[in-house]
């Protein structure tokens, strides 16, 4: 493929968004400040308080908002204590405990914190994709504490609920000075308390959210991608029972490779990965598969293909992870996009998922409300690999460099923000020489297509 593709020239996207295409989730400057007072690995016990500054809405203001709380779905999360303003509240839980509603008083002026006491008592979840789970030595803490975000329910086919950048995270971690973290941000301080435990201090900011895992176990390997981005594989001894030493040895280096490579080529084709760390932890025996975080990528080492799996999650570093979208309501821009990139990173961008037999159940646009769970291979062939297949079209409709450039464009405008799918057929169609709106409408039933402007409008 070339390696010459043109400087994006970032143009605003039009505006407005058509009504379906507005992001519910507020535009709010918020810093989180979470504390895990203990947590132990074994039993999954974790008590923790956390306070939210809510510093400015840069939108309209309001009238009440949504916390997302993951750990409730699986019923894993007790709330002790709820302040808003220094005044202690019993929020309303909705959507069966998931999602914690905070009315805001209309007299409450910017800035306030609003603090909450829980414990999580984290147990082993039957799919294994859980993103806060015990499995095997590993606790997993991902989407673990509540969080903006919108009225939702809980999916069992696309990822949460999408969350806005924060101005940052700041969490504070008292644990056994064995247990080794995997996790979003950098580690600003460890110090040693008194009792024999340690409190590791981490940071991070231009992220969406702050997940970890935790393990006794941890074996950490370190790599640096040409661009200068730190990999960081945390692998177990347990998932490498059945190889010898030096293959296991040569699989994690191939771990570490894959990465980087993907960090290098997503750097050059759509713009560069802004954090200094990638992490890829192994995140138990049940995995099935991958699941991302900002900078922390939960792994399953014995999936195969491997290199598939390394090159999808670091893809997701871009698209949901710095260029976020409404996972819940546009998975082909995640899931799709991810698939794309792991098949085309890795060929050339050759390679496509093959139609299965009967075609694609479920338009490209449906949400999770229109994905039911079973059986697995219908929403994931609707979603991941019809996705792959229509990006893989507008890439071959559009041209390389065109394409390229388009993606360029969408990095330089919606890099720590939410991307809609109006901003993506809009941008292409802007880089485009050829009229993209009637392959749109074979994947789409979007009712705005044909507002959009043709080449030369
Ligand atoms: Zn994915």
């Known amino acids: 493929a070339p390696t010459n593709t043109p400087e994006p020239t970032a143009t605003p996207t039009p505006d407005p968004r058509p009504p379906d295409q507005q992001v519910q989730v507020p535009d709010v400057a918020s810093y989180y400040h979470l504390e895990i007072s203990s947590v132990n690995v074994d039993t999954g016990e974790v008590r923790a308080s956390e306070v939210v500054e ?68 984290v147990g082993y979840e039957g799919s294994g994709w859980g993103g806060t789970a015990r499995d095997g030595e590993v606790l997993r803490l991902g ?3 509540p969080v903006i975000s919108d009225d939702h329910g809980f999916s069992e086919t696309m990822d949460p609920s999408y ?19 995997a996790h979003t941000g ?17 940071q991070a900011s231009g992220v969406r959210d702050f997940a970890m ?49 993907a960090v290098e080529q997503l750097s050059s084709l759509v713009g560069p990965y802004p954090y200094d760390t990638l992490r890829l932890a192994d995140a138990g025996p ?15 080492p014995n999936y195969a293909p491997l290199d598939r799996l390394i090159y999808h999650e670091t893809a997701h570093m871009w698209f949901y992870g710095i260029i976020g979208n409404r996972t819940l309501l546009d998975g082909w821009i995640d899931e799709g996009g991810a698939e794309f990139f792991e098949r085309g ?16 159940l479920y338009w490209l646009d449906s949400s999770y409300l229109e994905l039911p769970p079973v059986p697995r291979s219908a929403w994931y062939y609707a979603i991941y690999e019809q996705g792959a297949n229509f990006y893989y079209d507008v ?32 941008t292409w169609q802007r880089y485009s020489s050829v009229d993209l709106r009637p392959l749109y409408q074979e994947y789409f039933r979007y009712v705005w297509i044909d507002a959009i402007s043709g080449p030369g409008e």
């Open 163 to 181: 969350t806005r950048v924060a101005d940052g995270f700041d969490v504070r971690v008292n644990h056994d000075p064995d247990v080794v973290i």
């Open 186 to 202: 950098t580690v600003v301080a460890r110090e040693p308390l008194d009792d024999g435990r340690v409190r590791t201090v981490m």
């Open 213 to 261: 895992t935790l393990a006794r176990g941890y074996q950490v390997d370190t790599g640096v991608s040409a661009n200068g981005v730190t990999i960081e594989l945390y692998s177990l001894a347990s998932s490498e029972a059945r190889l010898s030493d030096a293959d296991a040895a040569a699989r994690r280096g191939s771990i570490i490779a894959w990465a980087a490579n």
């Open 286 to 300: 049940s995995m099935p598969g991958g699941v991302e975080f900002p900078q922390l990528i939960y792994i399953n």
């Open 345 to 360: 990173l890795p060929t050339g961008f050759t390679e496509r998922p093959a139609v299965p037999s009967g075609g694609y």
């Open 54 to 121: 809510i510093r400015e809405f840069r939108g309209e203001r309001p009238d009440l908002l949504y916390f997302q709380v993951l750990p409730a779905a699986y019923g894993f999360f007790t709330l002790d204590a709820a302040w808003l303003a220094g005044v202690e509240v019993a929020p309303e839980a909705i959507n069966g405990g998931y999602t914690l509603v905070m009315p805001l008083p209309a007299d409450l002026a910017t800035p306030f914190e609003i603090g909450f006491d829980f414990r999580l008592s």
């Open 143 to 145: 989407y673990w504490f």
């Open 395 to 426: 890439l071959e409709t559009m041209g390389w460099d065109p394409f390229w450039a388009a993606m360029q464009d969408i990095y330089a405008n919606h890099a720590f923000g939410i991307v809609t799918p109006w901003d993506m057929l809009t």
